[in-house]
């Protein structure tokens, strides 16, 4: 299984950005797919993840202001990122719960946001 992920950059306070992580390979069923950030020096944290029965969860710093969503057919995560801040910067992981299978993580993508 592999996880293609895109759609970071540079971005001014206040701003939007998507990302997309799209699964591919041999046949697998899907627990959960979402996002985790690490900034520099910190740890890993969740952003957002979202389970097959449509089960949502999201960090308290990104509650109203970003949405995760799916395509199952495409098997892709999105994550729709407004109002962004400076404190979102950050390399985001799209990461997938497969179903006897364990996770698999995306190569990550940058975040900037400047202020």
């Known amino acids: 299984v592999q996880l293609q992920a895109s759609g970071g950059g540079l971005v001014q306070a206040g701003g939007s950005l998507r990302l997309s992580c799209a699964a591919s390979?041999?046949?697998?069923?899907?627990?959960?797919m979402g996002w985790y950030r690490q900034a520099p020096e910190k740890q890993r944290e969740l952003v957002a993840v979202?389970?097959?029965?449509?089960?949502?969860n999201y960090a308290d710093s990104v509650k109203g202001r970003f949405t995760i969503s799916r395509d199952n057919a495409k098997k892709t995560v999105y994550l729709q990122m407004n109002s962004l801040k400076p404190e979102d910067t950050a390399v985001y992981y799209c990461?997938?719960?497969?179903?006897?299978?364990?996770?698999?993580w995306g190569q990550g993508t940058l975040v900037t946001v400047s202020s």
């Open positions: 990461y997938v719960d497969l179903y006897r299978r364990g996770d698999y």
């Open positions: 390979g041999s046949s697998f069923r899907i627990n959960a």
């Open positions: 979202m389970t097959s029965g449509g089960s949502l």
